[in-house]
């Protein structure tokens, strides 16, 4: 059953980076830092983006969409943005090239920008600078606007899907009317990608919000949820933040409000991207390769026949095509692969490198027999089952996949958060088990950053489930109001 | 009835712009040549994406994701490539900005590139790149991808749609084993495009090849549909392009064919673009504001109630809540507008703007007739109707309203099709009329160049339904076989 593939135990880092390549989700470019997202991988996103937004509609939103490059003096406006994203973004300067006399092509140095263009990291900027001009008045609010697009991001170590230098994703920026209601958008956004990661992509995540330290540039408060993969380190899976005035007071945005005073509008901006691919391939695969939950997987019923000679072929592809007819009218995505330039060894390897939830074999014997064979992805296990039950068979497993995969990694994610109570438990626990090391901390960003510096663990959030409970400071014992989540993380 | 609108007869083109921005389809942006597409404008072009992503996979394309930036070698490596997009294109110089001494953000000078990065025109060169590493036999062909984008060429005079420096389009770039085969793709294409204007958008078009001098950068054969315009001007609607073997030469991209020997592939690549909501503007419109056929209208049936006091609003409503039940059961997207902060006639007037198909307005008398009163964007006629009959008269209706816009640009454009014999004739028509001068040229590139030059027209396509007809150049008197379509254009 080798694909050649590195197993976990051997290096994690080495059989993510090897799956994602091998399964066909993603690879990497001849541009420094940017990948491809190949037609499997892609095929993916796209699951994750329907269902997104369908849920971002369902609760009011709209999308609109935004130009690619924001002026370099919209960042001098925010202060908090600049420090944030102007190390590292992507400078258009010229704008055109030129063949020089040798026949090479170079910029054309008469072809300077005035002003510097960068491509934006985020669009907080240029979308507030648009928004000045949309308000004017509380009945232009709330603008509730979100985009799918592309973002830069000048990474200098980057990895497929988790940290690329150009990645897909959306962002949310709403405009309110008062503080209530922005800090009630943002949580609600933050509910929103929990349930669609738990439920849809059955990803157990941690709701909390951010320290100070943590926060998006920008923002006063960061909602996130929080995932944690087979290897104890946790992954940011989503944030929404609270802006409060911040960048309507950069880019003068006021209304006149339901007393006919002015105020400046609230604002707050919520993402997930790509990212969210390589959580997905973390949280459920194997060593065999990928495991899809069913609601993310292009292909949930793969058929591979077993046969000698074209008459066995000819019979058996008469009992699967009705089989595929009834899939098909269910809406599973089935997929038949009678091709004959491969062994059915083969095929099965590659669907099960692939991820493909359920995979129906068919053979001689079961077509005497009135049978299927079926294989789950997920506990490598296999049934024979009547041909009169298979549809209903496979229905069923595809929603016990999806629910077992949830399980399975709530089960793990809530045996690996650890509550300690010193320092040295800390560090125990980080480096021999990992996961979520629940601990008291003090309060200051200086703890933080020392915490940091001794074990490479940030705090992930504080939960909003977290109980108050008087404590000391794992590291400086000072008194504490309450756990807050540390781990090492992605 | 005035919305501030210049009218089509004063002055097209501001007709045109003004349209676009009060419809709230999109405005310019703070960044020279880049536009923000608006909600209520991106709901439209979210249509037109499912519709054309629906034929896309029917015809067996799938999705995928390619790197946004270009390094600036791939561009030499095609000749013609570099000529048609080095020259107006967004170059990445730098990675990095900076805080100066004075508070300023500059570029970092020390951050700049080795090799300078191009924001894609198009993509053919970064994906023949990457398809050097998929294609070994002809096993691994056809490729058939799809990728939906922002590209950007540095157009010195851009309009809102129809020129901007970014816009949004799909780009599908597929791989052949054999020239047939990749012939039969870009022209299968092309029909993909011209049913789904046809069909989708009501934009009737005329499909036809280009003649060298307007072909693609790099491309051996260009296929197009062409559409006729309100004043007489024409507008390529999209291209689907023959590329034989120039990229796969350019990349050096082989494979083995069937007979064990090398050969390199063959390529297509088609797309179309935000500009066809230009073409949708310029198609169906009037002086009263947008006309949408159906099946893009974000909202198909708008409903307005008339009143005077609470309790007739609430009588009303309880009527039109069962409508609009009805009306979403059957997909017909309808909105109920009952804002008390617009009077009635400022909703009329908007929703005209808006280009909504079907106005339903409801009112006492409607009330005490079980009545109501429908109106119809594109014949702007109205009539009352029982309420027993109203959902399946919208429904109807909306149908009705997708056939005749259809059948009137059908019209304008059949009657917009002139044959000229004399150049005197071509010059009339062109100044007069306006629309499509059907000539016989003697099919050289300079004379080609010379008509454009004295009259601003170009030919816009040999079109494949053309009738061999032996004849005399217009302009040279030189031999024909057959007539050429010429008009100026967008």
Not at 66 to 77: A, H, N, R, V
Not at 184 to 210: L, R, S, T
Not at 366 to 381: I, Q, S
Request: with cysteine; aromatic share 10%.
């Amino acid at each position: 059953m080798s694909k050649n593939l590195t197993t976990r135990a051997e290096d994690y880092s080495k059989w993510y980076n090897e799956l994602v390549v091998k399964a066909d989700l993603a690879e990497n470019s001849g541009v420094r830092g940017c990948m491809v997202i190949k037609p499997y991988g892609y095929a993916i996103w796209e699951k994750m983006q329907a269902e997104l937004d369908k849920k971002f509609k369902e609760t009011g939103h709209q999308n609109a969409y935004f130009p690619l490059f924001i002026p370099k003096s919209y960042f001098s406006k925010e202060a908090s943005h600049v420090d944030g994203f102007a190390k590292e973004c992507a400078v258009v300067t010229h704008y055109r090239l030129k063949t020089a006399e040798d026949g090479s092509i170079e910029v054309d140095p008469e072809a300077k920008l005035e002003e510097e263009l960068i491509v934006r990291p985020t669009s907080e900027t240029i979308i507030w600078d648009t928004y000045r001009k949309w308000i004017q008045s509380y009945r232009d609010l709330p603008i509730l606007v979100n985009q799918w697009a592309n973002v830069v991001r000048w990474e200098m170590r980057t990895r497929l899907f988790l940290r690329t230098a150009e990645f897909l994703w959306q962002e949310g920026h709403t405009a309110h009317a008062t503080q209530q209601e922005a800090i009630a958008e943002a949580e609600q956004m933050m509910n929103v990608y929990a349930d669609f990661a738990e439920n849809f992509m059955a990803i157990p995540v941690v709701k909390g919000v951010k320290t100070a330290n943590e926060r998006f540039a920008g923002a006063l408060e960061t909602y996130c949820i929080e995932a944690l993969m087979q290897d104890g380190k946790a992954l940011q899976a989503g944030t929404s933040h609270f802006l409060g005035q911040n960048f309507a007071k950069a880019f003068d945005v006021k209304f006149t409000n339901q007393e006919g005073k002015q105020d400046y509008v609230w604002a707050t901006s919520w993402g997930v991207s790509t990212r969210l691919m390589g959580a997905l391939v973390m949280t459920h695969s194997d060593d065999n390769g990928l495991v899809l939950p069913p609601n993310l997987a292009p292909i949930q019923v793969v058929i591979v026949p077993i046969y000698k000679g074209d008459d066995q072929l000819a019979a058996i592809s008469e009992e699967v095509n009705k089989l595929v007819a009834k899939l098909r009218k269910l809406n599973i995505s089935v997929k038949y692969d009678d091709r004959t330039t491969q062994k059915p060894g083969w095929k099965f390897n590659e669907y099960e490198l692939k991820g493909v939830p359920l995979r129906v074999a068919i053979g001689p014997n079961d077509l005497a027999n009135g049978t299927f064979e079926v294989a789950r992805r997920d506990t490598l296990t296999k049934e024979v089952v009547a041909a009169a039950d298979v549809v209903t068979y496979l229905q069923d497993k595809l929603d016990e996949i999806q629910a077992n995969l949830f399980n399975k990694a709530l089960d793990y994610r809530n045996s690996h958060i650890t509550e300690v109570n010193t320092f040295e438990e800390f560090k125990d626990v980080l480096d021999n088990k990992g996961g979520f090391v629940a601990a008291h901390w003090d309060g200051t960003p200086e703890t933080e950053e020392k915490i940091k510096e001794l074990t490479k663990a940030t705090i992930r959030c504080i939960a909003l489930d977290r109980v108050e409970e008087l404590g000391t400071c794992v590291l400086t014992g000072a008194p504490s109001a309450g756990r807050v989540l540390f781990a090492r993380a992605y």
